[in-house]
Structures are given as C-alpha cells and as structure tokens.
C-alpha cells in the first residue's frame, strides 16, 4: 500500500457533496480516493508526453516526427490543403451517415 499524508483543505460545499455521493454511492471507498482519481486524471488529461516520459518522448520526437517535418518542409507539394482535409472529411461522414452508422 503505498504512503499517505493527511491535508486539511477547504473546498466549495458543491464539491464536497459531489465526492460525498460519489462514496455513498459506492464509486469510492473514501473521499480521499475520489480526489486522488480526480487528481491522476487532470494529470493524465494535461500530460504531453502521452505517458512515455520525457526522455521517450523526447526520442519519439526527434525519431519519428522531425523527419516527417523535414520532408514536408522540403517538398511541401505531398500534403493535403486544408480545403482538401474538410473536404474528405466531409465526404467522409456523408458516406458514414448514409451508410446507417
């Protein structure tokens, strides 16, 4: 299991019904747990290596997408426009939505 550390902390009454239900209802066995999930998630949501660490991420980067990067630069000709982008997009979900989903 791992350490624990007690915090006092002050927090609008919404909120702090909000956890309160989330434990009642059996979703979290203590208000802790429900802010410790709720802490990880806004971390994953704001993490920009996509969970590979900096170094990994740093390597991905220079890897596999600064070649990407410097072949457009250098023959900018092989990408799609923008108009061209929306307008496969388009086709696309018309296809999609005639298709019946």
């Known amino acids: 299991m791992s350490e624990t550390q007690t915090l006092t902390i002050t927090i609008p009454t919404t909120v702090a ?4 239900s989330k ?7 203590s ?3 429900v802010l410790a999930a709720s ?15 900096e ?8 890897e596999e997408v600064v070649p ?3 072949e457009i630069e250098a023959d900018p000709s092989q ?11 388009r086709q696309r979900h018309a296809d999609f939505m005639s298709n019946g989903r």
């Not at 434990?23 to 066995?29: D, I, K, L, P």
């Not at 170094?55 to 220079?62: K, S």
């Open 17 to 20: 019904e909000a956890i309160q």
């Open 23 to 29: 434990v009642a209802a059996g979703e979290f066995s």
């Open 31 to 33: 208000e802790g747990e």
């Open 39 to 53: 802490f990880l998630e806004t971390e994953a949501e704001h993490d920009h290596t996509f969970g590979m660490g």
């Open 55 to 62: 170094e990994a991420f740093d390597a991905w980067l220079m």
């Open 68 to 70: 990407v990067i410097d």
């Open 79 to 89: 990408c799609l426009s923008a108009e061209q982008v929306k307008s496969n997009l």
